[in-house]
């Protein structure tokens, strides 16, 4: 199980390492660069209130139907008519109630229609999440993760032209940008539709009736609750920036800005997470212990993202002034300090990642509800007081506390239900590594007389060749693996 799951993981981790970065840095980063930087911040804003109501248009039917199959994988052919219709009704659903929030907001005229167009591309994104869960809840995971950079790859090339051609980015909108969305996850849907329609040849095609759509509604509602409470903690903070300060707009955009690098940081934790449920999903449905697992996650992810978040925030200010054309203005310590501490947070969202992943797989739904609940009120308390006083910064000062607290909560419950012993050797030398890391990249910065690309460069190969002396990740395993059939 550990070969498969390293073989996999490293495919997975490639195709996406390949492709999303350009689209990060080449199309999107270059959007926003763009357009106005409030403009931004508003799509910015919608596109947190549409995250947070993606509840209703998913009602944790994709965490449920991912559960279910890695349980039971011959429930497919007469599951999947049933959880695709229901979507569809909840996809009206959410739309509708969306905008009549959205309006209940302020939102008015251009905004109410960007706001209509961004459901659409939840919608759309949506579905294709919802279609990758019996992909990978069958452990198709190479295909998984070729359908997880199909949108990206058409939105490169529908953007990259949009952008790349002089004589049209003179001319670019922020709706282009959002209707090169829906088209490409409209496309990557009916890609992932065909696939599976192909793989299961014998779909039980039938209208469910109520007792059905009320029975997959009922089983997916902890999910629901749980996804809903996770949204709030995770995107409430745009929204809120948004609203409550003077310059919200402007703000919001930074905060885009900032999380965006974060995004891409958490790229290898929710590659990881999409194939570490249904795994831990099988193991426990065989009885079979999950521990090797869960440690050899650990010991790939932890490190990894300690070393990364130490050298962002290290050097936070010349990305942030590289990246960003708005960091050249009076906001720029703005920018520098929301990113240094949502880049910070990384490691804690790699524990979540495996953790929570776990307490799902097990089905301890009212656990990971009652933890989510005290998320959202440290989260929603803090927000509030911290933004009325400093604004975005103030918001990522409350997402690096939520975001720890949160992964400590996780890794003390799965240790109690699994009876995980607490490894004193490991917690030292992780500390050794962390303290480390750190003088070590200070040093660098200090000393190296080498321009700051190049120190971080060299920083990271340092601590590549400190995960490896303190043996987190064991060169000879890796070596013996490769060299395996």
């Known amino acids: 199980m550990q070969r498969f799951f390293v073989k996999n993981i490293l495919f997975v981790l490639t195709v996406n390492l390949l492709v999303k970065p350009i689209w990060i840095f080449f199309i999107e980063r270059t959007v926003q660069n763009t357009i106005p930087m409030g403009e931004y911040g508003t799509y910015q804003a919608l596109l947190s209130l549409s995250i947070i109501f993606q509840i209703i248009l998913d009602f944790g039917i994709t965490s449920y139907n991912t559960n279910t199959l890695a349980h039971h994988p011959e429930k497919l052919p007469r599951l999947f008519p049933e959880m695709l219709i229901t979507r569809l009704l909840l996809m009206g659903v959410y739309m509708l109630s969306s905008m009549a929030i959205g309006y209940v907001l302020g939102y008015r005229g251009l905004e109410l229609y960007l706001l209509l167009m961004v459901l659409c591309i939840q919608s759309a994104a949506g579905m294709v999440a919802y279609l990758r869960s019996n992909i990978a809840a069958l452990h198709l995971f190479k295909i998984d993760g070729l359908l997880s950079i199909a949108d990206k790859i058409i939105m490169i090339l529908i953007c990259g032209l949009l952008l790349y051609t002089p004589q049209i980015r003179v001319h670019f909108q922020l709706l282009w940008f959002i209707y090169a969305?829906?088209?490409?996850?409209?496309?990557?849907?009916?890609?992932?539709?065909?696939?599976?329609?192909?793989?299961?040849?014998?779909?039980?095609?039938?209208?469910?009736?109520?007792?059905?759509?009320?029975?997959?509604?009922?089983?997916?509602?902890?999910?629901?609750?749980?996804?809903?409470?996770?949204?709030?903690?995770?995107?409430?903070?745009?929204?809120?920036?948004?609203?409550?300060?003077?310059?919200?707009?402007?703000?919001?955009?930074?905060?885009?800005?900032?999380?965006?690098?974060?995004?891409?940081?958490?790229?290898?934790?929710?590659?990881?997470?999409s194939m570490l449920m249904p795994m831990y999903g099988k193991l426990i449905a065989q009885k079979q212990p999950v521990e090797h697992i869960v440690k050899l996650s650990v010991n790939l992810l932890l490190p990894i993202s300690v070393a990364v978040s130490t050298v962002a925030v290290m050097y936070s200010d010349p990305i942030m002034s590289l990246l960003y054309h708005g960091a050249a203005t009076g906001y720029h310590a703005t920018y520098v300090h929301t990113f240094a501490l949502l880049i910070g947070s990384f490691p804690a969202w790699c524990l979540m990642y495996i953790y929570c992943s776990l307490l799902t797989a097990n089905n301890s739904l009212i656990l990971l509800n009652k933890i989510a609940l005290v998320g959202v009120a440290f989260n929603l308390v803090c927000n509030y007081l911290l933004i009325e006083k400093y604004g975005v910064v103030g918001a990522a000062l409350t997402s690096l506390l939520t975001q720890y607290g949160l992964s400590f909560a996780f890794i003390y419950f799965s240790k109690t239900s699994f009876l995980m012993k607490l490894n004193v050797a490991w917690l030292t030398k992780l500390g050794a590594f962390i303290g480390i890391s750190i003088m070590v990249t200070i040093a660098i910065k200090l000393y190296l007389p080498l321009t700051w690309v190049y120190q971080m460069a060299v920083a990271m190969m340092v601590h590549i060749a400190i995960i490896a002396a303190l043996k987190f990740i064991s060169i000879q395993d890796v070596t013996k693996f490769l060299k395996s059939r």
């Open 181 to 273: 969305q829906i088209i490409a996850f409209s496309i990557a849907s009916v890609i992932a539709y065909l696939y599976i329609s192909k793989k299961i040849s014998h779909i039980e095609w039938h209208l469910p009736k109520l007792p059905d759509v009320l029975n997959i509604v009922k089983g997916s509602l902890p999910y629901a609750v749980l996804i809903f409470q996770m949204s709030i903690y995770n995107r409430a903070d745009a929204m809120m920036v948004e609203r409550m300060c003077a310059d919200g707009k402007e703000q919001a955009g930074i905060w885009a800005s900032a999380f965006r690098q974060l995004d891409i940081a958490n790229m290898i934790g929710l590659l990881f997470a």
